[in-house]
């Protein structure tokens, strides 16, 4: 067998190798069982509406909220709804309002992960810098439910949480996979504020995620490799 053939069967060795050993530094499960959230808003009372899940022409037509809107009154504390790892943060400008994005993604496990966008809607420098500050946050930093990842602050311009929760890499509906405490929350609210929690959807297909086609195209493209190399020698 030559290097080239060696060399090519150790790939998928060394890809496996990379994908453990990074789940175990960043202390990512290697499973991918469904979770089962907490409300990621202890103060509820400061909630005044909801905005769904999958809400039609949001923003654009032809465009699905892919989250829910928590909508708040006064400032709120925000905190991990499930065991993980934080595995970026990031400060974005909203390409629709023009505000700031503040971005905290957890991993849950290899397939689920939840974002928590902080939109407090200021638009100036002074501000934004404050609601910078008042996130408390590292890359690889552990959390369990209930640690408190930082606070929220209210302006007169819809301040609110964007929530979401993807399954390789596509975002499917919180309310869908949160306790029922969790789940009682989010009706207390939508009744309460006449709101709804989300429009129907379809689920996903798990094996049309991106990251399932980057995996099934990746290995067919190896196949094919191998295969050409294993012509090229007879």
């Known amino acids: 067998m030559n290097k080239k053939l060696k060399l090519l069967l150790l790939i998928p060795i060394l890809v496996i190798g990379i994908v ?24 509820s009372d400061k909630i005044t509406r909801l905005s769904a899940y999958h809400t039609p022409d949001w923003g654009e037509p032809g465009v699905f909220h892919n989250g829910i809107d928590l909508v ?31 971005v905290i993604a957890i991993a849950i496990n290899l397939a689920w992960e939840v974002h928590l966008v902080l939109e407090p809607g200021f638009q100036d420098t002074t501000n934004n810098s404050l609601q910078s500050s008042l996130i408390d946050v590292t890359v690889g930093q552990q959390v369990v439910p209930g640690d408190e ?14 929530y979401m929760l993807l399954h390789f890499g596509v975002d499917v509906c919180a309310y869908n996979y949160s306790s029922p ?7 207390d609210i939508a ?44």
Do not use: C, W
């Not at 990842?149 to 964007?162: D, I, R, V």
């Not at 405490?181 to 009706?187: S, Y």
């Open 181 to 187: 405490l969790a789940q009682m929350t989010f009706n």
């Open 20 to 43: 453990v050993g990074y789940s175990n530094g960043m202390g990512i499960p290697l499973r991918t069982a469904e979770p089962d959230l907490v409300f990621p808003i202890p103060e």
């Open 191 to 234: 009744t309460d504020s006449n709101s709804t929690i989300l429009f129907p959807y379809s689920a996903p297909n798990p094996i049309l995620s991106p990251v399932s086609l980057v995996i099934i195209g990746g290995s067919v493209i190896y196949l094919l490799i191998v295969l050409g190399v294993f012509r090229s020698r007879k």
């Open 149 to 162: 990842l930082g606070t929220l602050l209210f302006s007169e311009h819809y301040p609110h949480l964007h």
């Open 72 to 102: 708040i009154s006064e400032n709120v504390t925000i905190i991990s709804p499930d065991f993980g790892t934080i595995v970026s943060y990031s400060e974005n400008v909203n390409p629709y309002a023009g505000n700031i994005l503040f």
